[in-house]
């Protein structure tokens, strides 16, 4: 079965921690160069080795990789308990992926006090690994807040303009954001009588007693609002744009890419099987202010004059189909979900780490000072106009995939929704290929031709076009190849992996009960209107 | 091989040559061009055997559960929950049409490029262009389902970007590359919903199932039909949606041949006579089709005749051309009562039979004038290149003695569009102006103006480029072009020349061919009168009308008629100019101030003057002190459980 030795899993994160607490005794900046490369590689081997070898692995409750360490914790309920099933596959290969990319990058960007940065980019690495590989929700919301304290002195730290009121900005929601959804997490364990924090006894207590409807709607009110902020639902996403503007490149990849999409993973792995009638019961709400996000945060988005800035916009907008998905209450909408998280973190990860190679050619993020730079560099102008045309969702790329899924699932859902959201198809290419037609072509702008005058302007470097390649190839793979991740995902979704009741076969019974809209099955329903 | 096994290549063959040039080659201009253009050859060679090779049979009805494809091959692509979502081909006469369409002119527009982009530095990324629009156009033409359609017509999309993009240190070429994708994109929006829809209401998307569900009493919302309209409106470019078109003459000429004359834009009607069984269901939205087609039919027509430069002309010409086949499509059915037959209770019931079809009338314009107008188009290239880049037709002038190959070429190309008889333009114009005639006098006698204003425009621009003298360095110094232009030429000269191909396509593609409504008897006269006069209205007025000089007659010698004409032409582009900077960005600007100041501004700073009317520490609260966030935790904690709860009782 696995012929290595060690859990594979557990050597995923363990190894950039490592890395980490090596660097911290101070060895030459050649040494911690060379343990960063090993910490932020053997993540991303193991994802797609793993990834590889899920299909036909025996299952554990849904887990195939399954191990459990006592850690001397038992005693409260919590062990080291890790695992994939076909929700957290794709995120955690994700990780994988986006951190090699965002390490690769880190550690060939000659940053000021680079061991101090590196220390801190691999602690969130083994942070962002053990999130999607924990079983148990202890860890997994351990395994956050490692990852996110990292991030927070990275922005404070080496962030660019503001660094310093970003960070604040930051910590201050993403921390009630955090703490928030410890709280729902914590109640929900408290009202279930489960004996241990694990996903799965969680899932068996919650299947022989249900959870009382006033109790799944607090509690899933509390968790919408907590990961609401973390992955910046409308109103609450003030922090993202700023944060990411401010953040060094590999931090705001990795955080972006990510880390953001912890909130989504936990309402999708454990809020939506968990507590389907709180879920029914606040897809309205939650339905519409992700559509505040897709629409009005595109207008935002289209006033951007800020690179940086118009990618940080354009993640919250994106964000919001991601919220659909989960309001549409569906196995589809669910599984688009996945799909707009897997393919968002690779596209927004390419934008953030082009977006910091243009300026090192232009020496600005505004946009209003660049234009022509595609004669200068062709591959960076390709590889950007790549990273556009995925985020915007052009067919051949994964996010193609997410948005398509999440449109034809929120029909079921509520038909006028759809067409607003589905509206975002059109502002999305307006503030996308506005961006590129502004720094890539026409003719350069007065600035930008007394800049590249004097500094005259190169095409990407290798330490730039390792890790672009690796996330296009990503997103392309999925995009061509969807069965990737939707084979495990669909099992996982539609329960036909052994592990009893199937979360969303749960979520729509609630529906039923739960007096909101049923979605149509199509094979079945009556014509529309 | 198998037809499956040659549909497959027609697709999998452009893609990998694209892929090829766009990982190994950037920087090797021939190279590329040899891939690409012996790829193009591989391709139309597949694609007349898959054609002619006889893979299908012949039959026109749809039957439930019948599937009329010899070629068969699906595969599910993705499957989540109960949504399937597959990769298929349905290779009918149709498909089959369209694919030599897309083929013939594709390698005539592949080899006329290589004497065109002879000196251009980025022939690599020219000719991945030109494998990537090949190969998203192919799955357009087999896709046995609309979420396939859709997935091709978004790449499609692209590839015009890429292309008319082309020339990208040009400001114009970059915000015409963008103004295309973005209009698109307006249509599509309509186009995915009324897929979606489809999905919902059909319980599939695929067309053979659709058909045999409408067939069998599945009713369609209105709102379905012209939702997906919307899309052959954006693709199509049809009023008023059309801007991006004559912005899309930017990129170079071969490509306007190609994707913006003779296929891709074609794609919004052949979509349309794939889905024809959901207009059918509902008579009201065909009305739209229809009316749309007119309007835009008149209106580029219009718009042509103040041209200056020869690919806009062209262009406008397109759009008027594009509002024929839309408006044959939406004109329908010819339905004739022919007697009494017994009904099922025993009676005697009216027995009605169709006498030809919209879309066979659509899908027969489509092709005669996908190769005129790519005739026109590279005739166009030609004389663009031979007057080194000048596109200006008053500066023209005297190149029917310099350019004699182009001249002949271009003018059976013109002679063609205007609807000279026993030219293929002929055929189809008559054919849907019999349709109008029949189904509805108004479209007839606007369609029937827009055929004399055809004439009109187009004789003269063929007057003032290639007759008189030279009127520029660049029109006296001018040369035929090379041998690898002018044979693309000849080609499609030959098969604008209707009877040289009519019959074998007739033959070939009886599918479709057999519902093209003919008129019989009196009919026939009355239109086969009407069609010569007025090509030589048109062309008789252009004539004597315009002189082969360096201004413009019109605007010489009736200038208002010159200054409304411009107006016209001019005032869509305003609006959305005027929506674009005056309305969306001062809406986007309005809603960034809202952002930054409310939400991120007001309701932080409230929620900070909250704490401190609490007491709670507000000024720890603005020096960033670790003690601030638990505050700011409990508060929220409360803020957040009562909002809840109170929502909630």
């Not at chain 2, 003459?249 to 024809?276: D, F, K, Q």
């Not at chain 2, 189904?439 to 055809?454: E, G, K, P, R, W």
Request: glycine content about 10%.
């Amino acid at each position: 079965m696995n012929p290595f030795p060690i859990d594979l899993l557990l050597l995923s994160i363990a190894t950039p921690l490592a890395a980490a607490l090596i660097i911290a005794f101070g060895p030459s900046r050649k040494i911690a160069m060379i343990l960063a490369y090993i910490g932020f590689s053997v993540p991303a081997l193991v994802a797609i080795y793993l990834v590889g070898k899920f299909a036909g692995m025996p299952l554990h409750h849904g887990y195939a990789y399954f191990t459990s360490y006592d850690l001397g914790l038992a005693a409260w309920g919590i062990k080291l308990t890790l695992g994939l099933n076909g929700i957290s596959l794709g995120l955690f290969a994700l990780a994988g992926i986006v951190g090699f990319a965002a390490g690769f990058y880190a550690i060939q960007s000659g940053a000021e006090r680079l061991r101090q940065y590196l220390l801190l980019l691999l602690v969130m690495q083994g942070g962002l690994m053990g999130v999607f590989a924990s079983v148990d929700i202890f860890f997994f919301y351990f395994f956050h807040e490692f990852a996110l304290i990292a991030t927070f002195i990275m922005v404070g730290v080496w962030g660019g303009r503001d660094r310093n009121y970003a960070a604040m900005m930051m910590t201050i929601y993403l921390t009630l954001g955090a703490m928030l959804s410890l709280a729902g997490l914590i109640a929900i364990y408290w009202t279930s009588g489960a004996a241990n924090f694990d996903l799965i006894a969680l899932r068996d207590a919650i299947a022989s007693q249900p959870l009382s409807e006033v109790v799944q709607k607090n509690i899933f009110g509390i968790l919408m609002f907590g990961f609401g902020i973390l992955v910046s639902l409308f109103p609450l996403h003030s922090w993202a744009p700023l944060g990411y503007g401010a953040a060094p490149s590999s931090a705001a990849m990795l955080h972006a890419g990510v880390l953001k999409k912890f909130g989504l993973y936990g309402l999708v792995q454990i809020a939506l099987p968990l507590i389907p009638s709180g879920a029914a019961h606040w897809s309205h709400i939650l339905a519409i202010l992700a559509l505040c996000n897709v629409v009005i945060i595109g207008f935002v988005t289209i006033a951007q004059t800020d690179l940086k800035q118009m990618i940080g916009y354009s993640s919250v907008m994106h964000m919001g189909y991601a919220f659909l998905g989960v309001a549409a209450m569906s196995a589809l909408g669910a599984g688009g979900v996945v799909l707009m998280m897997i393919a968002h973190g690779l596209s927004v990860a390419l934008l953030f780490l082009l977006s910091t190679s243009i300026h090192h050619r232009t020496q600005t993020f505004d946009m209003a000072s660049m234009g022509g730079l595609a004669k200068q560099a062709p591959l960076l102008s390709a590889l950007f106009v790549a990273a556009i045309f995925a985020s915007i969702g052009l067919p051949g790329f994964a996010n193609f995939w997410g948005e398509l899924t999440i449109f034809v699932a929120l029909w079921g859902f509520s038909k006028w929704m759809t067409i607003a959201a589905v509206a975002g198809i059109i502002i999305s290419a307006i503030y996308g290929l506005r961006a590129a037609a502004r720094i890539f072509f026409g003719p350069p702008t007065e600035t930008f031709a007394k800049i590249a005058a004097e500094n005259p302007v190169t095409d990407l470097r290798w330490s730039e076009r390792v890790p672009a390649f690796v996330l296009l190839a990503a997103l392309v793979l999925v995009g061509v190849w969807p069965k990737i991740v939707t084979t495990p995902l669909n099992a996982q979704l539609t329960g036909l992996s052994g592990m009893g009741d199937s979360p969303m076969s749960m979520a729509a019974d609630a529906q039923n009960t739960g007096g909101s809209p049923v979605p149509p099955n199509p094979s079945r329903s009556a014509p529309a209107k | 091989m198998s037809p499956t096994h040659l549909a497959l290549i027609t697709l999998l063959v452009p893609l990998a040559s694209a892929a090829i040039i766009a990982l190994f080659l950037r920087r090797s201009g021939t190279l590329a061009q040899i891939i690409s253009v012996t790829a193009c050859a591989a391709y139309a060679a597949a694609a007349l055997m898959l054609a002619f090779g006889g893979s299908r049979q012949l039959l026109k009805t749809t039957l439930p559960g019948y599937r009329d494809e010899a070629v068969n091959a699906s595969f599910d692509w993705l499957s989540i929950g109960d949504f399937t979502l597959s990769l298929g081909i349905k290779f009918d006469d149709l498909a089959a049409l369209m694919l030599v369409i897309v083929a013939i002119v594709g390698l005539c527009v592949h080899i006329f490029s290589i004497g065109y982009m002879r000196d251009d530095k980025a022939r690599a990324r020219y000719f991945g262009g030109l494998s990537i629009f090949m190969f998203s156009m192919t799955g357009i033409v087999l896709a046995d389902n609309l979420f396939m359609m859709f997935i091709f017509w978004e790449l499609v999309g692209f590839s015009s970007w890429l292309l008319i993009n082309h020339y990208r240190e040009k400001q114009f070429a970059a915000d015409a590359s963008k103004k295309a994708f973005i209009v698109n994109r307006v249509g599509d929006f309509g186009f995915l919903l009324g897929i979606i829809a489809c999905y919902y209401v059909f319980g599939t998307t695929n067309l053979t199932e659709m058909s045999a569900k409408i067939a069998g009493g599945a009713a369609v919302a209105t709102c379905i039909p012209l939702a997906l309209f919307c899309g052959a409106v954006g693709k199509s470019a049809q009023f008023p949606l059309h801007v991006w078109l004559p912005d899309a003459m930017e990129g170079p000429t071969p490509v306007s041949a190609l994707i913006h004359a003779a296929t891709m834009v074609a794609a919004g009607i052949y979509m349309l006579c794939r889905i024809e069984p959901i207009f059918a269901a509902v008579p009201a939205a065909l009305n739209v089709v229809m009316w749309a087609g007119v309007i835009t039919a008149l209106y580029a027509a219009l718009c042509a005749i103040t041209q200056s430069d020869i690919k806009k002309v062209l262009a406008y010409s397109t759009l008027s051309q594009l509002g024929y086949m839309v408006a044959a499509f939406g004109l329908g059915n010819i339905v004739k009562d022919v007697g009494m037959q017994p009904s099922g209770n025993g009676e005697m019931a009216p027995l009605f039979l169709i006498f030809g079809t919209g879309a066979a009338a659509a899908m027969f314009h489509l092709t005669t004038h996908a190769f005129f107008k790519a005739l026109l188009f590279l005739g166009s290239g030609s004389v663009i290149a031979g007057c080194h880049h000048e596109q200006n037709i008053f500066k023209m002038g005297g190149l029917r003695r310099k350019m004699p190959i182009t001249f002949i070429t271009f003018t059976i190309g013109v002679l063609a569009i205007i609807g000279m008889p026993f030219l293929s333009g002929f055929f189809s114009k008559d054919s849907i102006l019999y349709l109008a005639m029949h189904n509805n006098m108004a479209a007839f006698s606007i369609l029937t103006l827009t055929a004399v204003l055809t004439a009109f425009y187009m004789v003269r621009m063929w007057k003032i480029t290639f007759l008189g003298q030279s009127r520029s360095e660049e029109a006296s110094h001018a040369k035929e072009s090379s041998i690898s232009m002018t044979t693309p030429l000849i080609v499609l000269a030959l098969l604008a020349v209707g009877f040289v191909y009519v019959p074998v396509f007739y033959k070939a593609f009886l599918g479709v061919f057999d519902n093209v409504p003919l008129a019989q008897g009196t009919a026939h006269t009355i239109i086969l009168i009407t069609s010569i006069a007025v090509m030589l209205i048109g062309a008789g007025a252009a004539l004597a009308f315009y002189k082969s000089a360096a201004t413009d007659t019109l605007r010489d010698r009736i200038p208002g008629v010159f200054t409304i004409l411009t107006h016209l032409k001019e005032t869509p582009d305003r609006v959305y100019n005027y929506y674009v900077t005056k309305l969306q960005q001062r809406f986007a600007l309005l809603l960034n101030f809202l952002d930054q100041f409310l939400i991120g501004g007001l309701i932080v700073r409230g929620l900070a003057g909250l704490t401190g009317f609490f007491g709670l520490g507000a000024r720890a609260l603005h020096v960033g002190s670790i003690h601030a966030y638990v505050y700011w935790f409990f508060i929220g904690v409360v803020l957040i459980w009562a909002f809840a709860t109170g929502f909630l009782s």
